[in-house]
T-cell receptor, first 111, second 113 residues
């Protein structure tokens, strides 16, 4: 059974810092891994999707990597801004139609 | 396009009451999903549908029923609400063959007292 874990659960950093969010999954037989952003009281917004055959994806200041053999994905945020404050969730698609979500990392970027 | 919408946004129920959550999407997506989000648990799939008239169980289906009578709507029902069903409920949809590209609604916050 796939399990997805995110560490740390919460993170507070000063503005401008580069940071890394971690996501671990137990079953390496995944189709893809996706990173989402969730703002308080809002739905989820997809940030980056990495297919199982890919190693990384980039979008602006965001870079996500995938290492299936070690069961890990990281989300790198460069030059963090207060507007990056949100909860970040990773999700692994390894079943028929089912995404298994991590518990999230709550990020706060201080001005 | 409104995308994925959910009704209601908030609701408080008493134990034993019933209610239906409505999810609507205007993107002509084949697949629709219901998740619940609880602190420290991430999102867990309750039920999903791969087309009009079809539904299937997810990870945590007990205590819930669903219906997909129209392609654009996916209903989640609680027949007899329990405090353990206090949660935030998210609906999502995706194109057929693109189950990895799910679009999420804003959520419904349900409290059962």
């Amino acid at each position: 059974k796939q399990e997805v874990t995110q560490i740390p659960a919460a993170l507070s950093v000063p503005e401008g810092e580069n940071l890394v969010l971690n996501c671990s999954f137990t079953d390496s037989a995944i189709y893809n891994l996706q990173w989402f952003r969730q703002d308080p009281g809002k739905g989820l917004t997809s940030l980056l999707l990495i297919q199982s055959s890919q190693r990384e994806q980039t979008s602006g200041r965001l870079n996500a990597s995938l290492d299936k053999s070690s069961g890990r994905s990281t989300l790198y945020i460069a030059a963090s801004q207060p507007g990056d404050s949100a909860t970040y969730l990773c999700a692994a698609l390894s079943g028929t139609y089912k995404y298994i979500f991590g518990t999230g990392t709550r990020l706060k970027v201080l001005a | 396009n409104a995308g994925v919408t959910q009704t209601p946004k908030f609701r408080v129920l008493k134990t034993g009451q019933s209610m239906t959550l409505l999810c609507a999407q205007d993107m002509n997506h084949e697949y629709m999903y219901w998740y619940r989000q609880d602190p420290g648990m991430g999102l867990r799939l309750i039920h999903y549908s791969v087309g009009e008239g079809t539904t299937a169980k997810g990870e945590v289906p007990d205590g819930y029923n669903v219906s997909r009578l129209k392609k654009q709507n996916f209903l989640l029902g609680l027949e007899s609400a329990a405090p353990s069903q206090t949660s935030v409920y998210f609906c999502a949809s995706s194109e057929a063959g693109k189950r990895y590209e799910q679009y999420f609604g804003p959520g419904t916050r349900l409290t059962v007292t």
